[in-house]
């Protein structure tokens, strides 16, 4: 499988530390994960969603093309949803219902839905802790040419 991880250049593509140190939506502190997206445009989606105001284009980001193992193991997280799962501030809820394929570590990737990008897009979080991990590539990385008109405020 290949998905698309948008991240700041001074940081290795594979280095999970920043969602280790801080937490995400679908990981709680001191659980090591890239994020992913499954296409490229919804990473951009998800960059920008993400983007602080005034909304700048990232110049020091890159878009990096990884190649998961297909046979590592994907969970799959389907609605019906929570309510509460999508919230852009409190992500309890969210980190809740990954929280059971963050103990058993039986597969390497969990699919959950795209907030920025429901109900269609889908992202991927990646497990560093799990014992396939070494086996994900970077196959390419490339500077996005971020339109300017996106990231009008």
Known sequence: ????????????????TGASVYGGRWNQRGHAVLYASASFAGGLLELLAHATHPRVAPVNHVAALLVVPD?????????PYPPGWDDLDDYGVSQEMASSWAATGSALCLDVPSVAGAP??????IDARHPRFPEVVVESTVDPLYDPRVWRS
């Open 1 to 16: 499988m290949r998905v698309w991880r948008f991240h700041n250049r001074r940081y290795e593509s594979l280095d999970a």
């Open 71 to 79: 046979d590592a193991g994907i969970e799959v997280l389907n609605p």
């Open 120 to 125: 269609i897009e889908r992202n991927f979080v």
